[in-house]
């Protein structure tokens, strides 16, 4: 058997012509690949910026709710006490 073999010109120029528009194709496409994890980090990274901010929106929320809370208990029992102090000063 012979380790020669014989291949037609235009045939083997129309493979390599294919075989390189494949090769260009590809490399298209790892430098999209590359461009979209690029993106994919960035918004992940944008994403954990924003809950974060929320996470800590929610807290600040969450004291000034204890705050006006304690606020409103303390207005209440301040005028609960004058009602009840005036009760006793003024005559029935």
Known sequence: MSERITVDRKEFEAFLADN???????????????ELEKVNKQLQEDREASKAKVESLEAN?????????DSLRKTRETITRLIRETDKRVPK
Not at 20 to 34: G, T
């Open 20 to 34: 390189q528009s494949l090769m260009d194709r590809c490399q298209q496409l790892v430098k999209r690949i590359d």
């Open 61 to 69: 929320m969450g004291a000034s709710s204890r705050q006006m809370d």
